[in-house]
């Protein structure tokens, strides 16, 4: 596998990478490898897959919500094809909403603050493990207490990760901007459903920072192998091992002589035994429920509450009879979508 380098990762002659002059190199004790204000997106793709980067921290150890080791390995190895990309200009997509109010984030932070903010248009690397990459969102100018401005939006589904306080892979985002700058304090400024401001001050903890390197060095090792992170069970894993292995090639593989290997398809069978039972009598519970109900909408309990309406009667295309009574329909608008691999178990 060849690895892009930063200074390599050219998409195109107007991409060409800027070196920073030796004066204006360093964020805080972290080396400014690129310049970025007027690097393309792909561009800047190319770079981060060059190392770790501060957004990637939390799926690198395995603690990031929707993002899986696996599928991070295939983002750094070049081999994220398949696997399904945000598209930054979908109105629809919390990344694009995040990218738009990161200004105005900015901007209400230095107003209830009273700090300076700026823009660092640079990948910063660490000096001494320079797989260790990080963007910041802003650099907190002249202030003691702290040095960098991370800024995030939630919407009515992320707001729930912040009800506790900082989520625990941003916390890991933010301490890996810590490690790779040297510096020892952040804000994480994050807007709640566009109408609520709330500040954070995370602090630097000198042995969070040497567990999540070496965690983190881990993974790079990984992924300098070539070798795959184990599956975690996770949506996100799923989708990556469809993404690596999309077709099967009719090998038979005989596993009667693994042992380890015997005993977690033993375990499989058992849980699925057991899950099947437990849907069984969930279904069972669930009507003697429904019975006593009756046209009843809602029912509470000590404990909680059982609510039981009809859903608003909907339209549908009815496409069986649109296809009978006009056949040449299925040629002209026809779309084929790939097949996927079925995983059965059998006994």
């Not at 100018?141 to 800024?151: A, F, R, W, Y």
């Not at 909680?304 to 040629?331: A, C, H, M, T, Y």
Request: aromatic share 4%.
């Amino acid at each position: 596998m060849a690895l892009v380098s930063p200074e390599a990762a050219v998409a195109s002659p107007a991409d060409t990478l800027s070196p920073i002059p030796s004066r204006k190199r360093r964020t805080g004790s972290a080396l400014a490898l690129v310049r970025t204000a007027h690097l393309s997106r792909q561009a800047w793709l190319q770079v981060r897959r060059s190392g770790i980067g501060s957004s990637d921290a939390a799926a690198a150890v395995g603690l990031h919500p929707y993002k899986s080791p696996l599928a991070l390995w295939l983002e750094k190895t070049g081999r994220d094809d398949l696997l399904p990309q945000p598209d930054p200009h979908d109105l629809r997509s919390p990344v694009y909403w995040g990218t738009v109010l990161e200004s105005l984030v900015a901007q209400q932070y230095s107003h209830q603050t009273g700090h300076t903010v700026r823009r660092v248009n640079a990948v910063l690397q660490h000096p001494q493990q320079p797989w260790m990459l990080a963007n910041l969102d802003r650099e907190v100018v002249g202030c003691p207490e702290v040095q960098i401005l991370e800024c995030k939006t939630a919407g009515l589904n992320g707001a729930r990760l912040w009800r506790d306080g900082v989520p625990d892979y941003v916390q890991l985002q933010v301490m890996h901007q810590l490690a790779v700058t040297g510096h020892p304090a952040a804000d994480v400024a994050v807007l709640i459903c566009g109408q609520e401001l709330q500040i954070h001050r995370i602090e630097r903890d000198e042995t969070l920072i040497a567990q999540l390197i070496g965690l983190e060095r881990q993974f790079w090792d990984r992924v300098e192998q070539d070798q795959p992170p184990p599956a975690d069970g996770s949506e996100s894993a799923a989708t990556a091992l469809q993404c690596l292995y999309p077709r099967d090639s009719g090998q038979r593989l005989d596993l009667s002589t693994d042992p380890e290997l015997g005993a977690v398809f033993d375990e499989l069978v058992a849980l699925r035994h057991t899950l099947d039972a437990g849907a069984q009598r969930e279904s069972e519970l669930r009507q003697r429920l429904q019975q006593r109900m009756g046209d009843a909408s809602l029912a509470v309990f000590a404990t909680g509450e059982i609510s039981w309406k009809r859903s608003k009667d909907s339209i549908r295309l009815d496409v069986d009879r649109l296809l009978q009574d006009q056949p040449e329909l299925l040629q002209r608008y026809s779309q084929t979508r790939p097949g996927s691999r079925r995983f059965l178990v059998r006994t």
